[in-house]
């Protein structure tokens, strides 16, 4: 048995390494397409600029904005809406049984009174209890219905929506004034798109007044900080690469914009997940994909959508669990896409990508640390492997981090002062050394939970809120 262990060893040795060069080869890639697709944004965003491509065409939306114990911030993010340069939309906020102040503030902010309303229930939801209109502001109304989770009141939502097309907001949130023309442009220059996502950024440290954005910063928490470099990587990298192959796995819940009919059509959002925003849209593309139609699912770069990220261990902790339980629910309800005789590139190449890499990772990142550190303490690793490991595994985390930060300087520049750029450069080189890896374990958690069957959930999300 110890020979055999021993023997092991070497090949054990090259899986970590050729999975680390594999992953990062990757995202390498991924890089490059987006760097690319960066360019030409902003190269039209010059000659166009956004204000000579909008026009009375745009299609009216509707915004839903679903909110459950929100009582903190729920009155500056609909404040925010309102101030939106968009020439016709609707407010739609979906009270999901609030136990805080959140339905008290809003009667009383915007001026809602019970209206009698007949909604076609074309998508399953909970019980309404009660419709509003403002009589302040009539684009904005209020369901009130019994609490079934975030995806069940986005379908309350979209029952109740006049509007073609819908745009999913979550009530922590902070649009920009130009947020809604930007986001709906793919519309407008392809009659395919079913779905268009937007970036996310964090909004603490932000200077927030009347639900309007007056300047972008950085946060003192150390925490926030290092969530600011992932959501760069994400969204500059990520999903904007993904986006140009028409593989795009996931639009942010917190602002995607949707085709209503497309999403009835393929059964709305599912309660049943906790990641429900990413199980649609690989359900759109299982489905589009089934039936041979045309589709495209797309990302805009810009930093139009601000929201509040947590700042404490546990709630971070209970997040990252969340997102990888509902990644897992997400791939598993959607299995027959991944090679499938249609699947294309998003079955062939960003799903399979996504259960090697982004489900399945970070259980081989945590058993190739342990493997190596253990090894190397133990002396059958030699430190020419320990090293080659720990520079693939933490020199290329570096180099995709610090690339990020250098693409959002090169394009939408948000953080202008030279100390706030020093300060990122350091956290994108930090969060490789611990941060990285705790979320590897945390993920590690959420997918044991998905195995082990457990019901996730959404959890309390502890908020300092900002200035109304």
């Known amino acids: 048995m110890t020979f055999n262990f021993y023997l092991l060893i070497p090949a054990a040795q090259w899986f970590f390494l050729l999975y680390f060069v594999l992953v990062n080869l990757g995202y390498l890639a991924l890089n490059a397409i987006a760097l ?45 809406l309102l101030q939106i340069n968009y020439p016709e939309y609707e407010i739609i906020i979906i009270n999901d049984g609030s136990k805080d102040r959140t339905l008290e503030m809003l009667k009383k902010e915007f001026s809602l009174a019970p209206v009698p309303e007949t909604v076609r229930k074309r998508i399953p939801s909970r019980a309404v209890r009660g419709m509003y209109i403002s009589k302040a502001y009539p684009a904005i109304r209020l369901i009130d219905k019994e609490n079934g989770g975030k995806a069940d009141a986005l379908n309350a939502g979209i029952n109740a929506s006049h509007y073609p097309i819908f745009c999913s907001v979550d009530a922590d949130s902070i649009l920009q004034r130009d947020s809604l023309s930007k986001v709906v442009q793919p519309f407008l220059e392809d009659p395919y798109v079913i779905a268009s996502g ?72 599912n309660p049943e997940t906790v990641g429900e925003d ?72 960003a799903f399979p990508f996504m259960v090697v890499f982004e489900l399945l990772g970070s259980v081989v990142e945590i058993t190739g640390y342990l493997f190596t550190f253990i090894g190397f303490y133990l002396g059958v690793i030699s430190a020419a492997a320990f090293f080659s490991f ?42 490789n050394f611990g941060y990285r890896q705790i979320n590897s374990w945390w993920r590690v958690l959420g997918l044991w939970q998905f195995l082990r069957g457990k019901r996730g959930s959404w959890g309390e999300m502890k908020r300092k809120g900002w200035q109304i």
């Open 36 to 80: 690319l697709s960066i360019y030409r944004y902003m190269q039209r965003e010059v000659i166009q600029g956004i204000e000579k491509r909008s026009s009375l065409l745009e299609p009216p939306v509707s915004l839903l904005v679903p909110a459950y114990n929100e009582e903190t911030t729920i009155v500056a993010s609909i404040r925010s």
């Open 198 to 269: 937007g970036s996310v950024r964090a909004v603490n440290g932000c200077v927030v007044s009347g639900g309007y954005l007056l300047e972008s910063g950085l946060p003192k928490n150390p925490i926030a900080l290092f969530q600011i470099i992932e959501y760069l990587r994400a969204y500059l990298i990520g999903r904007l690469g993904w986006s140009q192959l028409n593989a795009l796995m996931i639009i942010s819940g917190a602002f995607g914009l949707y085709r209503k009919d497309a999403v009835i059509e393929a059964g709305g959002y």
């Open 278 to 349: 990413m199980e649609l849209v690989v359900r759109l593309h299982r489905l589009m994909r089934n039936k041979k139609k045309r589709y495209s699912i797309t990302f805009i770069p810009d930093p139009i959508c601000w929201t509040e990220v947590p700042e404490n261990p546990a709630t971070l902790r209970n997040q990252r669990i969340r997102w990888q339980r509902g990644l897992a629910e997400s791939l598993f309800l959607n299995r027959e896409l991944l090679f499938s005789r249609n699947g294309g590139v998003a079955g062939w190449v």
């Open 390 to 431: 720990l520079f693939i595994a933490i020199g290329f985390g570096i180099l995709l981090s610090v690339n990020s930060l250098l693409v959002e300087e090169m394009s939408f520049k948000m953080y202008k002062k030279p100390s706030s750029l020093l300060l990122l450069f350091f956290f994108s080189v930090a969060e």
